[in-house]
């Protein structure tokens, strides 16, 4: 008799189960099927002249057949694609009426990636292309520098991650109030250079550099470089030793959602974070003046103003030092009228303004 009761009630269950799932599919309407898309990529990038798997999540990518890239330096081949439902989605508490849906598949994409030795350092941008079209971009830094992983645990001082430089290190803010610790060792006098690249690939980080002793008192800190979400510090060691840097999110208690991505770049390498003039005539032989680090005696660079595309209204820079080429590149606007500096002659009322000739 028990046995049967409790036939009884686990049939109830499932019929209950049932009646419910076919209750929210008969109360669901279909728009259609959603255009694919990427949602998120892992790795973020890797060194180039290297073979780099990367995993690419995403929805109706089904029958995915080629990685479209932005510039040259990055053969792909599609290896996996998985695919998964979306779980069906219910109405809020109290909420009535139909639900109004796309449909749409899971799916992640093993891509085996080969990058050139000669491929450009830089931001890549991809798109899938599937038989219902390209999906939207996602993107892919290059590096010229040995390529890490972070790895946990290592939020605090004395558990910090030990790395070797120069290192490009893939890291992730993975919960709220997550701190990443890098320990390194470097030299009397040695000027090193930290760049956090995130936003500008995508991540929602609004990262925050902090360097430490070894001992954690606080030699520096960045939270905006060059005015954007992307921290950049550089530093002049006066003593040898082993040293922290830090990587948190600006608004420590923000929500993480399924991580923020970022690139940590370090080394001892040419950066320019500001050039004067900004801007240069289209077609001339022009001349700037760069700020940054590691730069050298001679800081001023000549340059031929010219664009990949004669639409173009900017060109990227990246001037060679007495130690080598810059590791970034720097934006100079480019227009068609002469340029004219502003005069070191006092010219701050209008009887002393300064004449222009059009």
């Not at 430089?165 to 993975?174: D, E, F, K, Q, Y």
């Amino acid at each position: 008799m028990k046995n049967l009761l409790l036939i009884t009630i686990l049939l109830v269950f499932a019929h209950a189960a049932v009646s419910a799932q076919n209750n929210t599919a008969a109360n669901t309407i279909y728009t259609g099927t959603a255009q694919p898309f990427v949602s998120a990529t892992a790795p973020t990038g890797a060194q180039r002249g290297k073979n780099a798997p990367m995993t690419v999540e995403g929805a109706n990518l089904t029958g995915a057949t080629e990685v479209l890239w932005n510039k040259p330096g990055i053969n792909s081949k599609i290896v996996f694609n998985t695919e998964t439902m979306r779980e069906m989605p219910k109405l809020a508490e109290g909420q009535t009426g139909q639900l109004v849906i796309d449909k749409l598949t899971r799916n992640k994409l093993t891509i085996e990636n080969i990058i050139a030795p000669d491929a450009a350092p830089g931001i890549y941008s991809y798109r899938i292309k599937t038989p219902m079209g390209t999906t939207n971009l996602g993107n892919f830094v290059v590096t010229s520098l040995p390529d890490v992983t972070e790895k946990e645990m290592n939020d605090a001082v004395t558990d910090a991650q030990e790395i070797n430089l120069p290192v490009s290190i893939n890291g992730t803010i993975s919960k709220p109030g997550d701190n990443d610790c890098f320990k390194f060792k470097a030299e009397k006098n040695q000027t090193l250079v930290f760049e956090v690249v995130a936003a500008a690939f995508g991540s929602r980080l609004d990262s925050v550099l902090t360097l430490m002793d070894e001992q954690g008192k606080i030699l520096a800190t960045n939270d905006s470089g060059n005015g954007g979400l992307d921290s950049l510090l550089g530093f002049n060691f006066q003593e040898a030793g082993d040293y922290i840097i830090r990587v948190t999110e600006f608004e420590a208690q923000k929500p993480v959602g399924t991580g923020m991505p970022y690139r940590l770049n370090i080394g001892e390498f040419p950066y320019l974070y500001s050039i004067f003039p900004l801007g240069a005539k289209n077609g001339a032989v022009a001349e700037v003046t760069g700020f940054g680090f590691n730069l050298g005696e001679k800081n001023t660079y000549s340059f031929a103003a010219k664009p990949k595309n004669p639409a173009d209204v900017a060109m990227m820079l990246k001037p060679l030092t007495s130690k080598s080429e810059t590791y970034n590149s720097v934006r100079v606007a480019l227009g068609n009228y002469p340029e004219i500096l502003e005069s070191a002659i006092v010219h701050n009322s209008i009887a002393t303004a300064q004449a222009i000739n059009f």
